[in-house]
C-alpha cells in the first residue's frame, strides 16, 4: 500500500516568516493530495487539497505544489500568524483506490511566535 | 460545525466494561469512517462504510465492533478493552465515491482505558 512521510514533525517560526512542510508518498497512482489542519483540541479540517494534474494551488496565505516525478509535494504557509500554530497532515490517495482510503503522513505540530 | 457529531466527546472506562461510541452527519454523505488517533502516530483508518455496507476493516481487534445502520449514523462498540486502546477515535464521512472526496471529521471522542 501507500506509504506517506512527512517532514519535520516539528516547526517553530516567528510570526511573519514563511512555513514549509514537505511529504514523500511511495504509490506513483497516487493522483489526490489533501491537507489538514488539527488546532489544539478541534478536529482536523481540509485547508488545501491538489490534484496529480497541477503542480500547484494557492489559496491566499497557504500554497500546495507537487512533483510527481519525485512523488513528493509541500505546503508552504506564507506571513505566518499565531493562529497558523496547529498539527498540519498530508496525505495521498488515488482514484479507483479502496473507497475513502487516504494514507495520512504522521503530522507536523508548527508553533508560530508572535 | 455541527456536520458531523460524536458522543461521548470523554469516556473512561474499565478494561471490563462495555460502552459505544457515536457517530451522526448531517451533510448527506454516503460514506462514513472510523479513526483512531494516538499520541505521535498518524491517524489510523479503522473501518470504512459505503451505503451501510462495510468495505473496509483495517485488521482491528475484534474487541472493536463497528455498525453502521443507515448512512447517517456510525457505531463503534467496545468490549474488553487495553489501556493501549486510549486514544482519540475521530469520525469521518465524504460523499462516497472513491479516492478524492474530501473527509469531514468530527470532534472526537477521547477514550482512556484504565
Known amino acids: 500500500g501507500e506509504n506517506v512521510e512527512q517532514h519535520p514533525s516539528t516547526l517553530s517560526v516567528q510570526e511573519g516568516d514563511s512555513a514549509v512542510i514537505k511529504c514523500t508518498y511511495s504509490d506513483s497512482a497516487s493522483n489526490y493530495f489533501p491537507w489538514y489542519k488539527q488546532e489544539l483540541g478541534k478536529r482536523p479540517q481540509l485547508i488545501i487539497d491538489?490534484?496529480?494534474?497541477?503542480g500547484e494551488k494557492k489559496d491566499q496565505r497557504i500554497a500546495v505544489t507537487l512533483n510527481k516525478t519525485a512523488k513528493h509535494f509541500s505546503l508552504h504557509i506564507t506571513e505566518t500568524q499565531p493562529e497558523d500554530s496547529a498539527v498540519y497532515f498530508c496525505a495521498a490517495s488515488r482514484r479507483g483506490s479502496t473507497l475513502g482510503r487516504l494514507y495520512f503522513g504522521r503530522g507536523t505540530q508548527l508553533t508560530v511566535w508572535p | 460545525e455541527t456536520g458531523v457529531t460524536q458522543t461521548p466527546r470523554h469516556l473512561v472506562m474499565g478494561m471490563t466494561n462495555k460502552k459505544s461510541l457515536k457517530c451522526e452527519q448531517h451533510?448527506?454523505?454516503?460514506?462514513m469512517y472510523w479513526y483512531k488517533q494516538s499520541a505521535k502516530k498518524p491517524l489510523e483508518l479503522m473501518f470504512v462504510?459505503?451505503?451501510?455496507?462495510?468495505?473496509e476493516n483495517n485488521s482491528v481487534p475484534s474487541r472493536f465492533s463497528p455498525e453502521c445502520p443507515n448512512s447517517s449514523h456510525l457505531f463503534l462498540h467496545l468490549h474488553t478493552l487495553q489501556p493501549e486502546d486510549s486514544a482519540l477515535y475521530l469520525c469521518?464521512?465524504?460523499?462516497?465515491?472513491?479516492?478524492?472526496?474530501?473527509?469531514?471529521f468530527g470532534p472526537g471522542t477521547r477514550l482512556l482505558v484504565l
Open positions: 462504510y459505503n451505503f451501510k455496507e462495510q468495505t
Open positions: 469521518a464521512s465524504s460523499q462516497g465515491s472513491g479516492g478524492e472526496e474530501t473527509q469531514y
Open positions: 491538489i490534484r496529480s494534474n497541477v
Open positions: 451533510l448527506g454523505h454516503n460514506a
